[in-house]
């Protein structure tokens, strides 16, 4: 049972536009959620998270929203530099037996010139 | 400050032998998690180890098992190598156990082959 899911294996975007990759879950008990970036050959990094006190939180070119009602998240990226062409991968953890991260399957996102 | 080091970073094995995977955290950390990550399948938990203690495990089958020393430092085993067990291996720690605000870090994962 996925319950953090990415609908989209794959994205392009053409550069300096916006990138809009998307996440859905289904345990309403998660309450915390983050994004990671993963380029070939390495670990995944920690990009930028969001509590679900709020709906939205921005981090230079990043910003995560998120829609508790729809149990939806996004991740928007402006503008889309051709460093971001990567695999994003959305988390999301809560408490009571849900503390561990549960990953999606990830989006690999890339860059045109 | 060094990252997370795992070991080894390649190796291939037939189905049927055991493989043993190391995960030295960063510094400080003394929680370490374990993901497994399959095309499609994005990262799998299988488990997480704080203070040489498992808190959490992941729904993969018995011949998956981990420990964590005193140092913090992790291993990882897999008995009785299955073909669908070839993966990359991905190693992560954190100062505090996960479900907190705090961040994983991850290290640079074992890939493992098996034929």
């Known amino acids: 049972d996925q319950q953090v899911k990415q609908n989209s294996p794959s994205l392009s975007v053409q550069e300096g536009r916006i990138s809009i990759l998307n996440c859905d879950y289904t345990?309403?008990?998660?309450?915390?959620f983050l994004w990671y970036k993963k380029y070939p050959a390495e670990g995944p990094t920690f990009l930028i998270s969001?509590?679900?006190?709020?709906d939205k939180n921005e981090d230079g070119r990043f910003t995560v929203f998120l829609n508790k009602s729809a149990k939806h998240l996004s991740l928007h990226i402006v503008p889309s530099q051709p460093g971001d062409s990567a695999v994003y991968f959305c988390?999301?953890?809560?408490?009571?037996?849900?503390?561990?991260?549960?990953f999606g399957t990830g989006t690999r996102l890339t860059i045109i010139p | 400050k060094a990252g997370v080091t795992q070991t080894p970073r390649y190796l291939i094995k037939t189905r049927g032998q055991q493989v043993t995977l190391s995960c030295s955290p960063i510094?400080?950390?003394?929680?370490v998690s374990w993901y497994q990550q399959t095309p499609g399948q994005g990262l799998q938990f299988l488990f997480e180890?704080?203070?040489?203690?498992?808190?959490n495990k992941g729904n993969f089958p018995g011949r998956f098992s981990g420990r964590q020393f005193s140092n913090s430092r992790s291993e990882m085993n897999v008995s009785t190598l299955e073909l669908g067990d070839s993966a990359l291996y991905l190693c992560?720690?954190?100062?505090?156990?996960?479900?907190?605000?705090?961040?994983?870090?991850f290290g640079e994962g074992s890939r493992l082959t098996v034929l």
């Open positions: 992560a720690s954190s100062l505090a156990p996960t479900g907190g605000t705090g961040e994983l870090f």
């Open positions: 345990n309403s008990m998660f309450d915390y």
């Open positions: 969001i509590s679900s006190i709020k």
């Open positions: 988390a999301a953890s809560g408490a009571f037996g849900n503390e561990k991260l549960t």
């Open positions: 510094s400080g950390h003394r929680s």
């Open positions: 180890y704080f203070s040489e203690t498992q808190r």
